[in-house]
Nanobody, 134 residues
Framework: EVQLQASGGGSVQAGGSLRLSCAGA????????ISWFRQAPGKEREGVSS?????????????AKGRFTISSNNAKNTDGKNTIYLLMNSLRPEDTAVYYC??????????????????????WGQGTLVTVSS
């Protein structure tokens, strides 16, 4: 099973930037979706962004488009490792949440409806807290 370690959270003022990292190990193929989710207090977990390791395709929730960028440092999970980044710019107070990364092996479909659905994922890293003050 892939092991995930998220980091990079912190406190920032509105308009600022943060870069989250998700270090993964134990990949056994090059076909995974690695995704970021977030959960604000009292709200359901929601998908933010996803990247396909097989070809680098990226997907974003509407709330993240134009502000967040997902990237990978190791295409195709060479040596069973990969680190995914989420660069978050122009942060807003409503971005305040615990951010989680998760992996889905051999995703059946493409598209945000599927890839950003938390119920499709069973392998999660621990969360990292992002707090954006106004």
């Amino acid at each position: 099973e892939v092991q995930l370690q998220a980091s990079g959270g912190g406190s920032v003022q509105a308009g600022g930037s943060l870069r989250l990292s998700c270090a993964g190990a134990g990949f056994i193929s090059d076909d995974y979706a690695i995704s970021w989710f977030r959960q604000a207090p009292g709200k359901e977990r929601e998908g933010v962004s996803s990247i396909m390791t097989i070809d680098g395709s990226t997907y974003y929730a509407d709330s993240a488009k134009g502000r967040f960028t997902i990237s990978s440092n190791n295409a195709k999970n060479t040596d069973g490792k990969n680190t995914i980044y989420l660069l978050m710019n122009s942060l807003r107070p409503e971005d305040t949440a615990v951010y989680y990364c998760a992996v889905l092996r051999e995703p059946l479909y493409r598209g945000t409806y599927y890839l950003l659905d938390p119920s499709q994922y069973h392998n999660w890293g621990q969360g990292t807290l992002v707090t954006v003050s106004s």
